[in-house]
């Protein structure tokens, strides 16, 4: 059960100059902006109190703006690059709460990398989250990998191949079949929720104490193959848009 006075707040992060898919945030699946559906997933959950977009683009203020989120501030460029991480997005997000006079109690990081979300399972993960928030540093959606990750390899400096958990060079045990290893989970950006109290007393985003949140298989946008494939699969993404945009 929340709080009556739980803040919680989602930060969106848009920066806009992605490389692997060129405007990436811009580029539409169904017609509609990849940032605009994760301000709607926001949106629509009813346990966040606010929706903020974090960018250093002037058109993505306006677009944010536009579609009911807020887009308080511009994110400085030197923050904003390839290389910039999570962890300073989300430290110069503070910094403006702080000038307001209210940290988040909780933030939802919603990457727009990932827009097939349900509200549903965002409100579930808060809640997973608020009931150990005293006994955990973030929460991670993460779905199972197709294959296990027992099952792979790395490349040494001589060529050979090398198991990249045991490090060992005799790969007959790789042979045996998944059920034969551990589970092994993929981190896929559905909802990540982290604890502004720990980020600003560790300087760490996530830290050693992160909570699982299983959900299902989705398909995040990291180049124009996901993107066209995503269009592709109307069965499996009309469903979200009937949710968030009310079909």
């Known amino acids: 059960m929340l709080r009556d006075d739980f803040y919680i707040v989602s930060i969106i992060p848009a920066r806009s100059g992605s490389k692997g898919v060129v405007n990436k945030n811009l580029r539409k699946l169904s017609g509609v902006e990849l940032m605009v559906w994760s301000i709607r997933a926001s949106l629509c959950t009813p346990k966040v109190n606010r ?9 993505y ?9 807020e887009a308080p501030f511009l994110r400085p460029k030197s923050i904003s690059r390839d290389t910039s991480t999570d962890l300073e997005m989300i430290l110069h997000c503070l910094e403006f709460f702080k000038l307001e006079g209210k ?12 827009p097939l979300r349900d509200p549903k399972k965002i409100s579930e993960a808060i809640n997973v989250a608020v009931m150990n928030k005293n006994k955990i540093t973030a929460l991670r959606s993460i779905q199972e990998m197709s294959e296990t990750a027992y099952k792979t390899f790395e490349i040494e400096k001589n ?11 005799d790969l007959d045990d790789s042979n045996l079949n998944r059920q034969a290893f551990p589970k092994t989970y993929l981190a896929n950006g559905y909802v990540d929720i982290v604890i502004p109290e720990y980020i600003l007393s560790s300087k760490k985003i996530h830290g050693n104490s992160v909570i699982p949140f299983i959900t299902e298989t989705i398909i995040e946008v990291d180049s124009e193959f996901d993107l066209q ?5 109307k069965e499996l993404t009309q469903p979200y848009f009937n949710i968030l945009f009310g079909g």
């Open 51 to 59: 929706t903020v977009v974090s960018t250093d683009s002037v058109e």
């Open 61 to 69: 203020v306006e677009l944010a703006i536009r579609n009911g989120a």
């Open 103 to 114: 940290i988040p109690d909780l933030i939802v990081h919603l990457r727009p990398t990932s």
């Open 159 to 169: 060529g050979k191949l090398v198991s990249a958990f045991t490090q060992s060079h």
């Open 229 to 233: 494939q995503l269009e592709s699969m």
